[in-house]
């Protein structure tokens, strides 16, 4: 496929090509799509257009019930498809396909977060308004209040999107697979934020101004009073316990903390893609023939072994990739399953059918196996040049220690939990015939050794003896042994080496007269990387994460290995990549923070203000690390994106608070009253931005269908983290907002 290109629409042009194709075949002849990725392709979009209708759905219902007015919510759910229309115009302008990637970072419910704000507003003045002039408002001063309204939420509104767009340039500055994988999910994300910005500030003031008539109230429900009643009492007890309250959060953010470092970690989520590609590694030298036979003999075991086999087919020395060096010896598998309702077993797990695809390669002998996943197969090397899922590599000079090296690290690893199809590099093994020529002998016969080796090198590689014509076509016509007696030394042996004339009469001797030849093990291949000489001893990590697995095997291999001077080891694979990501966010993370206060900085017109809603990053971390740690969730890239999100959603809501009491101090309200009652007051808007956020994600999270597995982490994480967000901004916010305050006051005062 050609750089650009879209997978989908290409396999799709394919399949139509070959309908063509085959309608021109001879009777009984037939051309088949063995592998088509538009059937994986087709399920993951499958199951992200599930997770963002089902999201929909929950956000438009928790609009509903918390605004209780059927118009008011469907004009801030009507900001949805809006924002969507503003999304796909974007990614068709800038060539960004729908898929797993792009789309699986959207959330609805922060889409609209910004209207939920202006909506709630607008519902809370015209409802004031009314009881103030105790009639219906006439649409002038609907028009007056709503706009009022809007010009009060406009400022943090701005701010606090603005601020979530921000946080989303550390996934610009990924480079590498990583920046391939996650900069169009962060492109989409800003795109849609972008849209429902200009939606909340524009459309949405006007369609409630226009559309929302008759009689307003802002009467709670019978759960939004209870939960009032219950907040108000706990607001009380945080205002009055200050300290303890205090202590409580840092104790929750150092305990986070040490729980975040006992979390595994990964490269990214393993996609399941629903077929199996198993990789034969044979013994150097296996001719092509016997390389097939045994490969047929595999796959016939695997079919009558797994019934949940539809085919498998395969690749013998023949590398997809054209850099990639791929002898005889290596056949790549790719075992296609059935539909899972024509299964005997539906129920069956993936980890089972693995344990029976290796019993069933393991009754052919001779071959060394490695069972990855097609696209999983081709990234693994793509990435880092190793098929496995991490891969030490020992560098050096000599081939002979490098060898007995890896051999012993290999040895190490395999007692290492989680390590499967442990294997070293073939570097040697390769049979070689070798002529050693006797010099002396040679000379008597008045031959020299360019005479010998141009015999040689005719009856086994060849030589030009003349040209064939076919139309405009050339080919040259190349003379040289046949296979059966090339590949025996023996029938060597007596191959016809001419003497030199005398009186025009040539005699022949036989090779053997002046050559010894023998067959020796050589060299399979040497590696470099850098310019030095390396061996890898790869590995597939199973039932744990990547990190983890890494430094229990790094500790071993210390501990059991010497490594002799001149000599060292590096981790490659997945891990490196791991490690290169890693290493750019820890640049790039603080940057995106740093703009975030510059931002909160430039809303408040002081630092005060600024670091107290600034704290709300921390607390949203301990939430989102907590979730990742309950449902047994490594750390990965995935989940790094979700707390980048997080990171700014944690801010949106305490930007709000406090812009709401800065409003009432400044109408001249005592702190006391202004803190209380702009806490009570922004108590529903809070719950509604968290509850549209978290449900927003809990499809993703809970999702079960192919591609969920990159998405659960960011929606575990964002749920988490909203959730621990929200206290903060309901609890310890108006708390340290008001003990902030106070002791600005205490020096005056005295």
């Known amino acids: 496929m050609r750089v650009g290109e879209n997978s989908r629409e290409v396999a799709l042009a394919v399949a139509e090509r070959l309908a063509q194709i085959n309608r021109n075949l001879p009777e009984g002849v037939q051309a088949v799509a063995v592998y088509d990725r538009t059937t994986l392709v087709d399920k993951a979009i499958a199951t992200v257009r599930k997770n963002l209708v089902e999201g929909a759905l929950l956000v ?238 595999l796959e016939r075991s695997i079919l009558d072994q797994v019934p949940e086999v539809e085919r498998v087919f395969a690749r013998t020395g023949t590398a997809e990739i054209a850099a990639d060096p791929m002898p005889p010896n290596i056949s790549d598998s790719y075992v296609m399953l059935k539909p899972q309702a024509q299964w005997p077993d539906p129920g069956k797990s993936r980890e089972q059918l693995m344990a029976e695809l290796e019993a069933a390669a393991a009754r052919v002998p001779g071959s060394n196996y490695e069972l990855s996943q097609p696209i999983q197969l081709r990234f693994n090397e793509l990435i880092s040049g190793v098929r496995s899922d991490v891969a030490v590599k020992v560098f050096g000079d000599d081939m002979a220690v490098l060898n007995k090296t890896a051999a012993e690290i290999a040895r190490v690893l395999q007692k290492v939990t989680g390590a499967a199809e442990v294997k070293v590099e073939q570097t040697g093994g390769l049979p070689l015939l070798s002529v050693q020529i006797d010099r002396e002998r040679a000379a008597r016969y008045g031959l020299n050794v360019g005479d010998i080796q141009d015999v040689i090198a005719t009856a086994l590689g060849g030589r030009k003896a003349g040209t064939l014509f076919e139309g405009d076509r050339r080919f040259d016509l190349m003379i040289r042994l046949p296979e059966t007696l090339r590949s025996d030394p023996a029938v060597l042996a007596r191959l016809p080496i001419p003497l030199p004339a005398v009186e025009g009469r040539v005699e022949f001797i036989p090779l053997a007269d002046v050559a010894r030849l023998e067959t020796v093990l050589g060299p399979n291949q040497i590696s470099r990387e850098d310019g030095k000489r390396l061996v890898i001893v790869s590995a597939n990590v199973r039932d744990r994460d990547l990190g983890s697995f890494v430094a229990d095997a790094t500790a071993a291999i210390t501990d059991q290995v010497r490594i002799p001077a001149g000599y060292w080891t590096s981790w490659g694979g997945q891990f490196e990549q791991l490690q290169a990501a890693a290493a750019r966010l820890q640049l790039v993370v603080p940057v995106a923070l740093l703009l975030v206060f510059v931002l909160l900085f430039m809303m408040f017109g002081n630092l005060r203000d600024g670091l107290v809603v600034f704290t709300g990053i921390p607390f949203a971390l301990t939430g989102g690390v907590l979730a990742l740690w309950l449902r047994d969730i490594p750390l990965s890239i995935s989940a790094g994106v979700g707390f980048i999100a997080l990171s700014g959603v944690a801010v949106l809501n305490g930007l709000v608070m406090i812009s709401f009491i800065r409003g009432l101090l400044e109408e001249g309200k005592p702190l006391d009253i202004a803190v209380r009652e702009g806490a009570l007051v922004r108590l529903r808007p809070v719950l509604m931005t968290a509850l549209v956020a978290s449900l927003g994600f809990i499809p993703m999270a809970l999702a079960t269908g192919t591609g969920a597995e990159v998405q659960r982490p960011l929606a575990t994480v964002v749920i988490g983290g909203i959730l621990s967000s929200t206290a903060l901004t309901l609890l310890v916010l108006p708390a340290l907002y008001h003990s902030v305050l106070r002791r600005r006051e205490q020096p005056g005062e005295g």
């Open 60 to 297: 438009i219902a928790v609009l509903f019930v918390f605004l209780g007015n059927l118009r008011a919510a469907l004009i801030t759910a009507l900001v949805i498809p809006l924002s969507m229309l503003f999304t796909f115009s974007g990614m068709a302008a800038n060539r960004v396909s729908a898929n797993l990637m792009s789309l699986g970072a959207l959330d609805f419910g922060i889409i609209v977060d910004g209207a939920v704000v202006i909506v709630e507003n607008a519902i809370r003045r015209l409802a004031h308004a009314q009881e103030r002039h105790g009639r219906v408002l006439d649409r002038r001063e609907r028009f007056q209040e709503v706009f009022a309204a809007a010009r009060e939420a406009r400022r943090p509104l701005i701010f606090g999107q603005l601020i979530i767009m921000v946080v989303y340039l550390p996934v610009f500055a990924l480079t590498g697979v990583e920046g391939k994988m996650f900069h169009p999910m962060a492109f989409t994300v800003v795109i849609a934020l972008l849209g429902a910005m200009l939606l909340s500030i524009t459309f949405v003031p006007a369609a409630v101004a226009l559309f929302v008539t008759g009689r307003v109230q802002e009467k709670d429900n019978r759960l939004m009073s209870a939960a009032r009643r219950g907040y108000a009492v706990a607001l009380d007890a945080a205002m009055r316990r200050r300290p303890l309250v205090f202590a409580g959060a840092g104790l929750s953010v150092v305990l986070t903390v040490l729980l975040a470092l006992r979390l595994g970690s990964e490269f990214v989520p393993s996609l399941s893609e629903g077929d199996f590609a198993l990789q034969a590694l044979r013994v150097p030298g296996t001719g092509l023939g016997q390389s097939v036979d045994m490969q047929q003999r």
